[in-house]
């Protein structure tokens, strides 16, 4: 069983920085991505940014390109989301995800990410 423990989350001025953690744990030899997902209320959870767990090769939404970065340190099985200006409106719980599937690698779709953790909130004042 593969288990997912984020941490890192907090409140910061417009601006400001967060780095997220993802910790995995038990059965993770046979994932292909991890992702980071956001959820604001009201609106549904998107996909943020996601990298490749053997190559380490990275996509990211446009809204958080050149604020955000994925990353990653295999012999640690953690994954971390540095966020730099940091806007209002990213203000979410954040869940990291990890999928087996190439379709959900490629796409960031919720429904290929089989495993969750229980996600960090996020929130950014102007």
């Known amino acids: 069983q593969l288990q997912l423990v984020e941490s890192g989350g907090g409140s910061v001025q417009a601006g400001g920085s967060l780095r997220l953690s993802c910790a995995a744990s038990g059965y993770t030899y046979s994932s292909l991505c991890m992702g980071w997902f956001r959820q604001a209320p009201g609106k549904e959870r998107e996909w943020v940014a996601i990298i490749y767990i053997g190559g380490g090769s990275t996509t990211y939404t446009d809204s958080v390109k050149g604020r955000f970065t994925i990353s990653q340190d295999n012999a640690k099985n953690t994954r971390y989301l540095q966020m730099n200006g940091l806007k209002p409106e990213d203000t979410a719980m954040y869940y990291c995800?990890?999928?087996?599937?190439?379709?959900?690698?490629?796409?960031?779709?919720?429904?290929?990410?089989?495993?969750w953790g229980q996600g960090t909130q996020v929130t950014v004042s102007s």
């Open positions: 995800a990890q999928s087996f599937n190439p379709a959900g690698c490629r796409s960031g779709a919720t429904a290929f990410f089989g495993y």
